[in-house]
């Protein structure tokens, strides 16, 4: 009852809502759980057993339920993740061991304010590191021009986002605009990096996901342009297996000849040439 009091209060002081059972929670979206009515009648059912299966609920097995626990968390776990967290940065590892190691030792809230607070003092570290001061010589307006789009002719079948600042873990549903219609994009997507100044895990997860969607949609995704750090991160976490080695380009201006060489390529192939 307390917690449910703090639940409704929360928000009211701008906090957000906590779960009282993770794992009947992380079960419910493994089974397809989109929105908040999946949470509504997931009360319900508990509800309904204990004002009419109370009395049955006592005679399944302590072991059985022993047994149902392990499995959930197994899959709670995402092992499978596991081999790529361990190409990102020490200091992405270290945190995902910290909080592994917590969860453990201590409890999962635990476990998950450490997390978040180390995950907030990287966040200030990496765009610390990122942030520059340097003269601007006649080679940095030269170089740059190849990354302006002030002078490029952006045909139909191409659409071009950018990434401004900054994609850590707080920022990533900034690319819900690309995600939401995909259907609507045309065949190359331009993904514009030459602003972005740091990258962490969760984003790059981002647009892994982001790579995926286009490429099951039959859409070609395109980078270009990405800054020391994030592109020391992506060539670290290999991913170029996600959207191709030769579709991680310099500068835009790269990136537009390959939108062409994919486009074109694609209308031979669908005409038999």
């Not at 979206?29 to 508990?46: S, Y």
């Not at 950018?162 to 331009?190: C, M, N």
């Not at 030769?246 to 074109?264: F, H, K, M, P, S």
């Amino acid at each position: 009852m307390a917690q449910g009091v703090a639940n409704i209060a929360s928000p009211i002081f701008g906090g957000l809502p906590a779960t009282g059972a993770i794992a009947r929670t992380a079960t419910n979206i493994r089974c397809g759980a989109r929105t908040p009515v999946a949470g509504m009648f997931h009360a319900l059912t508990l509800l309904a057993v204990l004002l009419f299966a109370a009395p049955l609920a006592k005679f399944v097995p302590l072991a059985v339920l022993a047994a149902i626990l392990i499995v959930v968390s197994y899959n709670m776990g995402e092992w499978g993740q596991t081999a790529k967290l361990l190409k990102l940065s020490k200091s992405d590892i270290s945190i995902w061991l910290m909080t592994f190691a917590l969860t453990v030792l201590a409890d999962l809230t635990v476990a998950v304010e450490f997390g978040m607070i180390l995950a907030a003092l990287l966040f200030i570290r990496k765009v610390a590191v990122t942030t520059t001061v340097s003269v601007v010589t006649e080679d940095y307006v030269e170089a740059g021009r190849a990354h302006s789009l002030q002078d490029k002719d952006i045909p139909e079948y191409v659409k071009i986002f950018r990434i401004h600042g900054p994609f850590l873990f707080g920022a990533t549903e900034k690319l819900q605009p690309v995600t939401e219609d995909v259907e609507s994009l045309p065949a190359v997507v331009v993904l514009r990096l030459r602003n972005m100044t740091a990258l962490d895990a969760t984003g790059l997860h981002e647009i892994e996901n982001l790579a995926t969607a286009l490429h099951d949609s039959g859409r070609t995704l395109i980078l270009c342009g990405a800054r020391e750090q994030p592109a020391e991160l992506m060539q670290q976490a290999e991913f170029e297996q996600h959207v191709g080695r030769e579709n991680i380009c310099a500068n835009v201006e790269e990136a537009l000849d390959r939108a062409r060489e994919c486009y074109y390529g694609k209308v031979d192939a669908a005409a038999g040439i």
